[in-house]
């Protein structure tokens, strides 16, 4: 779930078709968002974004207090669901709350989860300076600048190059 919260930090919200693009891994939900969820789904994502923001900047605290708002804006209320035992599983909203509403519940919380089971240091945003991507670091050694291999690349030869020049000059 705390995937969930880098993806939708990183997505773009202009209409209804790029909230769905982003709900693709959800075809239930998929099929009964409406524009009322974009807009919906937009102000979480800016929160999400000042997240991982604060983490970049060194503002733990920060970081809390917005965690902490949203946790208390997307209220999680565990049940079980399901219409059989081989179904049965653990909805993070209360039942008859809209499926886009329990969506973010769950997607705040896995943020929230993942922040405190492995460390504010596991949030990142891509060091590439042209990127600005948000990412959740899985590296063992807790070490993770780039939101990809590509991005990597990217850095590293830009300084390769500029300690060619520098040589050079």
Known sequence: MAARAAALANAQLDNLTDLQALLSDQPGLRATVTTADVHRQRLVRQH??????????GQEQQVVQRLNTLLARYRVRPTITGTSPADWHISLAAPGTPSSVAYLAA???????????????????????????????????????????????????????????????
């Open 48 to 57: 999400l974004r000042k997240v991982f923001d604060d983490v970049a900047a």
């Open 107 to 169: 997607t705040v919380w896995g943020l929230a989860v993942w922040l405190c089971q492995r460390g504010i240091d596991r949030l990142g945003v891509c060091a590439e300076p042209h990127c600005h991507t948000v990412f959740l670091d899985h590296d063992s050694n807790r070490r993770r600048r780039f939101c990809s291999e590509r991005c990597a690349t990217r850095a590293h030869v830009r300084a390769h190059r500029a300690r060619q020049r520098a040589t050079r000059s």
